[in-house]
T-cell receptor, first 114, second 115 residues
Framework: AQSVTQLDSQVPVFEEAPVELRCNYS??????LFWYVQYPNQGLQLLLK??????LVKGINGFEAEFNKSQTSFHLRKPSVHISDTAEYFC????????????FGKGTKLTVNP | DARVTQTPRHKVTEMGQEVTMRCQPI?????VFWYRQTMMQGLELLAY????????DSGMPKDRFSAEMPDATLATLKIQPSEPRDSAVYFC?????????????FGPGTRLLVL
């Protein structure tokens, strides 16, 4: 079975500052990795995903993430955040070659302050 | 702009009542997922279907929850009888498997409060 740990439940930053949201996973098999964003009172939206190939994945809204197999991590980064990036961010994992079931982390609430 | 729709958006009911939540997946999508989100447990997969057939409902309490797809444009999640611990936001997501891992598109959710 897979599990996901998002190390920070809340991350406050100032506008135009860089941000990193941390995600570590545990799995006995190879995995696919995802980041989703949830704006207030909305459903989740896919930011980016790692399936194979380059370990640096670029997503929407200027976000990127890097898959590190040895550290079992998939941290999300953005070099300069905007007020509109305030949302909750979820890391998720699914089993490569297995079912499409996503296992989500508990989420990180990113608050961007002016 | 194709979207997953869910009804109702909000539901307040009393313990013991039946609750039915509906989801209309994006046209052409063949996979539907039901998730529950709570503060304590986070996001949990309850069940999912492909081509209207249930593939996995291991996350769903069988004694009170049931999920069905009467047709390709409608998925339902029922709770009977409802209990206060069922209070949560229920999300439906749909996708179309074109490769090793389909992208899941989430609806806006049904916020359920059981008193």
């Amino acid at each position: 079975a897979q599990s996901v740990t998002q190390l920070d439940s809340q991350v406050p930053v100032f506008e135009e500052a860089p941000v990193e949201l941390r995600c570590n996973y545990s799995s006995s098999v190879s995995v696919y990795l995802f980041w989703y964003v949830q704006y207030p009172n909305q459903g989740l939206q896919l930011l980016l995903k790692y399936l194979s190939g380059s370990t640096l994945v670029k997503g929407i809204n200027g976000f990127e993430a890097e898959f590190n197999k040895s550290q079992t991590s998939f941290h999300l980064r953005k070099p300069s955040v905007h007020i509109s990036d305030t949302a909750e961010y979820f890391c998720a994992v699914s089993e490569r070659g297995g079912s499409e079931k996503l296992v989500f982390g508990k989420g990180t609430k990113l608050t961007v302050n002016p | 702009d194709a979207r997953v729709t869910q009804t109702p958006r909000h539901k307040v009911t009393e313990m013991g009542q039946e609750v039915t939540m509906r989801c209309q997946p994006i046209l052409g999508h063949n996979t539907v997922f039901w998730y529950r989100q709570t503060m304590m447990q986070g996001l949990e997969l309850l069940a999912y279907f492909r081509n209207r057939a249930p593939l996995d409902d291991s996350g769903m309490p069988k004694d009170r929850f049931s999920a069905e797809m009467p047709d390709a444009t409608l998925a339902t999640l029922k709770i009977q009888p409802s209990e206060p611990r069922d209070s949560a936001v229920y999300f439906c997501a749909s996708g179309f498997q074109t490769g090793p891992q389909e992208t899941q598109y989430f609806g806006p959710g049904t916020r359920l409060l059981v008193l």
